[in-house]
Every structure is written in C-alpha cells, then in structure tokens.
C-alpha cells in the first residue's frame, strides 16, 4: 500500500508520429487512486487506494510548509478536468523539502478498456527525455571527457564541413560557411543550428522530413549521416531553435563511452536512481500498465490519439535511441530523477552528478542577444531556467522545468526546496494543466522560503 505519515504514421494524423517534438513550454495527503484490477468510473470524484505497493510515505503537508486544504484544491481541480471530459486520466506528485507530500492518480489510464489509472502507470513522456540525456551526458563531463566548450566535431567529424542556409534557392537552400564549429555548450542549449523538421516549412525542415531525419527504423548513427548531408537551419549561436539537439547529445554519449545509450543510462542514470519502469520501451511483464495516449476529434470531444501499431511499436525494443524524445516513465521514477537534482545530485545516499555540475545544469547559458521565451525565462543544459519570476505564478527565480509533446511536466524550484511531476497522455489543445498546477501548489505553501 502506498503509506501515509501523518501526525496525529502510425498514427491518427499524418504529423502526429512527429507529436513528440513539440515543445513543452511550461508546466493531499488524501489519496485519490484507482487499482487498475478494480476499474471505477474515470468520472468518479474519488477512487480506491491502490493495492500496488510503491514503497511511497506521503507525509503530512503541515511538515513541510504546505497547506492539506490547499493540496485538497489542487487535486480538486485537477479531478474536475477529468469530470468534464477534457483529459482521460492524470497523475500528480508533489514533494517538499525531500518529504512525499501529495501523489494522486484520475480518471482512466484506459477509458474504452475501462481501466483506471493506476500509481505505477506508465507514460510516454517525450521530450521529458532531454533532461535524462542531458544529466548522463554530464556524468562523461565529470570524467573530463569534453568540455563544454568543445567543438562538437572533436567526436562527430561528420560535423567537421557543416554549411549553413542562408536563403532559398530554386532547388535547395542556398548556403554559406559556419561562421565557427557548433560547441557542445550549443548542443545542450538549442543554439547550434540544427532544426526539427516540424514546425515550419523551411526548405531545411522539408529536408529534414524528406530523408526521415529521425527515422524510428534506423539508429543514430543513420541520423548523423543524415544530418551530415543537410545545411543547418541556423548559424551555431546566434538564436535558441527548438531542435534535433539532443538526440546529437545521445550519438554523442555512445562515441564518448563506447557504450550504446540504452546501456549507458541504466548505468549511469536509471540503475542509481532506481528508476525501474523507464526507458526506451515497455517491458512485456509492464505492458497492462502502459497509458493510451488521446487526442480532440473535430467536435473537441476525447478520441484515441494512436493506432493499434504504433502503440505496439512502444512495446518493442528500440533500434533508434532517441534523446530527444524516446523515454517512458512513471510519476515515481521521474519524482526519483528530480529529487536527485533537486538534492544537488544524490538521492538516498547514491551521488549522479556533483552538487557543482547540477548547479552548471541549472543556470542560463544563452549568449548575450540570444532569447528564450521573451526573456523571462534562460535556458540551462536541457532544461529552461526562470529568470524573472515576476511575470510568473508564484515560481522563484531558477525553478528549472520541461514536458512532453503529449503533456507529461515537471518543474523544481530550489528555492521554496519543492518538485512537481504530472503526468497525462494527451494531444492538441488541452487544458493548462502546467499552468494551473503551479498556482495551486504555490498558493498551498503557508512557510516561504527567506
């Protein structure tokens, strides 16, 4: 049983197997969750305790600053979207000051199956991947194997000749030189001028697509001789594209270890960490935990948002490790991976990174005139960094946080000693959970930080 402590193409829509690159600008001590054998009504207010034991204390939130009414408002509003039919199914996990505060689960992890969402559910959590690449990327930093500073080709001289788009021409993009070689600093902060593929029509993109840049079926070695052969969409520093960055970072850790990266995050990352539902794919004896994934049809009602066949392909062992947006995960792995840098890099007794490196992590390293979000907002190695809290809801300066295409977030704010992950499995133009969430935990906290 969870325990409290208390006192007294495959895919619906022709872009859709692209989803996951999208980007993921932001994000009770009473336990609402549903025995995934025991199914209730996934509009039902309340669940059942869950009969899988996840070894999770939930502490009194009065122990840690925090308001049981103002927890029992988020859950509250976060079960209301369930009721109303916007989202499926939903969980919510809150910690502060290293205690389990809040862990809820709604709604259904399978509506049409009947299936209530369970505690260990697992997830796809797309681009919630990044920060796992970028944290295993620097356990090879603190070896010295690179430094930031370095130029990418050192370890991909594939990257050695790369020319830049400067314009349209009648056949291709006309191109010019880099002005220098893209630095791994550049890799992990979306300035070294690669693109997606998605987001617009630039004859760049549309090569992008045309050579099936991150073809699932390949490998990575496949997508750097690909992108070997493409312009970059930008010259290395000069602004922040959301881009195929990090899947690079993953080529990049499998050169540096000599290991292929699945190998090398459970050793690194997973194992440490505990993290045993995550990965590159759902494990056969896992599968009756795998979420279905959901999207709008035209009248703005919840349909199913993947096919039969690519929900099957997650259930496969990968060939293509994809950094950038490969992983699947639960709410207590990912809270396991943010109490680590949250903790500056150890979680029950077991060192990842130095309390230096995750600092390095957590600070904005954009250049001077380049911008992320308007300014309010840097950005760190894989994740984004709140620079003015001002403009925000509550969160303090250097809360660090990123998503997922289908609306898995996270956030951790140093500061208030706090972390946050949410987990949905949704599509298109869904409600602002990421939003919401915050200003509901925030307005929970009763004992501020100094």
Not at 267 to 287: I, Q
Request: glycine content about 12%; some cysteine.
């Amino acid at each position: 049983m969870i325990r409290y402590r208390g006192g007294s193409d495959s895919v619906v829509r022709p872009w859709s197997r692209l989803r996951w690159l999208v980007p993921a600008f932001w994000l009770t001590t009473t336990l609402v969750a549903c025995d995934a054998s025991t199914p209730t009504d996934p509009a039902s207010p309340t669940g059942t305790e869950p009969s899988v034991d996840l070894g999770v204390e939930l502490h009194e939130p009065e122990s840690v600053g925090m308001s049981t009414a103002g927890l029992a408002r988020l859950k509250g509003g976060m079960q209301e979207l369930i009721n109303q039919g916007r989202l499926a199914g939903m969980t919510t996990m809150l910690a502060r000051h290293g205690k389990i505060v809040h862990f809820a689960t709604y709604g259904a992890r399978d509506r049409e199956a009947g299936r209530a969402m369970p505690p260990d559910a697992i997830f796809r959590i797309y681009s919630m991947t990044k920060p796992i690449i970028g944290v295993g990327l620097m356990t090879l930093y603190e070896e010295g194997r690179f430094q930031l500073s370095d130029p990418v080709a050192m370890y991909i001289p594939e990257f050695a000749d790369l020319e830049v788009a400067s314009g349209v021409g009648a056949s291709g993009p006309l191109v010019e030189e880099a002005d220098h070689l893209m630095t791994i600093r550049e890799l992990m902060t979306h300035t070294a001028g690669f693109t997606y593929g998605v987001f617009s029509n630039s004859q760049v993109d549309v090569i992008y697509r045309d050579v099936d840049v991150l073809d699932r079926g390949g490998t990575l070695s496949d997508m750097i001789t690909k992108l070997s052969h493409i312009p970059l969409w930008g010259q290395p520093g000069a602004q922040w594209h959301y881009s195929v960055a990090v899947d690079v970072q993953g080529y990049l850790i499998e050169v540096l270890s000599g290991q292929p990266l699945d190998t090398f995050l459970q050793d690194r990352v997973l194992g440490p960490l505990g993290m045993v539902d995550s990965g590159f794919h759902v494990h056969a004896d896992k599968a009756d935990r795998f979420t279905q994934v959901y999207t709008y049809d035209l009248l703005g009602n919840l349909t199913v948002g993947e096919t039969a066949s690519r929900a099957s392909e997650w259930k496969q062992p990968a060939t293509f490790f994809s950094g950038g947006g490969g992983f699947v995960s639960t709410t207590l792995d990912y809270m396991r991976f943010c109490l680590m840098l949250l903790n500056d890099g150890e979680l029950d007794g077991v060192r990842v990174l130095s309390q230096e490196t995750v600092s390095l992590m957590r600070s904005d390293h954009l250049p001077a005139g380049v911008s992320f979000s308007g300014g309010r907002e840097g950005f760190g190695l894989d994740f984004a960094v709140v620079l003015d809290p001002s403009q925000g809801d509550g969160v303090s300066a250097g809360t660090y946080y990123w998503g997922g295409a289908a609306g898995t977030w996270f956030w951790i704010d140093p500061k208030e000693d706090l972390a946050f992950v949410g987990m949905i499995q949704q599509f298109g133009n869904r409600p602002d959970v990421r939003g919401s969430s915050r200003q509901y935990v925030y307005d929970a906290i009763t004992v501020r930080a100094n």
